[in-house]
């Protein structure tokens, strides 16, 4: 299983980036895909995941809600996810994650499911850096 994330990148306040994580070795179409981040001296914060099956499922934090947009492309098997409206708070390395073994469902647990996963799966991040 390998997971690969681009599109960070610097931008100014109310900018907008596309980050994306290219995936392989597990079946794209039925699994949960999700984005973390970790700022510096803070914890990591699940931001948003997605199913990639028809259901199409996706959960948001709070945090994020209204401006972050995460997709999946299956012909490429690549979870995007689009930020919006970038505040200096959204500074951080930015991560995907997925557990194929058991999937799980978009939701405020899956992340911690993810994190406690023996068969867990991380990409290797991609900074984000948003200035005034």
């Known amino acids: 299983v390998q997971l690969v994330e681009s599109g960070g990148g610097s931008v100014q306040i109310g900018g907008s980036l596309i980050l994306s994580c290219t995936s392989s070795?597990?079946?794209?179409?039925?699994?949960?895909i999700g984005w973390f981040r970790q700022a510096p001296g803070k914890e990591r914060e699940g931001v948003a995941c997605?199913?990639?099956?028809?259901?199409?499922?996706?959960y948001y934090s709070n945090s994020v809600k209204g401006r972050f947009t995460i997709s999946s492309d299956s012909a490429k098997n690549t979870v995007y996810l689009r930020m919006n409206n970038l505040e200096p708070e959204d500074t951080a390395v930015y991560f995907c994650?997925?557990?194929?073994?058991?999937?799980?469902?978009?939701?405020?647990?899956?992340?911690?499911?993810?994190?406690?996963?023996?068969?867990?799966?991380w990409g290797q991040g991609t900074q984000v850096s948003v200035s005034s």
């Open positions: 994650a997925t557990k194929p073994l058991y999937p799980g469902y978009p939701g405020p647990m899956w992340f911690d499911t993810v994190a406690a996963a023996v068969a867990g799966y």
């Open positions: 997605i199913s990639t099956n028809d259901d199409g499922h996706v």
């Open positions: 070795g597990f079946t794209f179409d039925d699994s949960v």
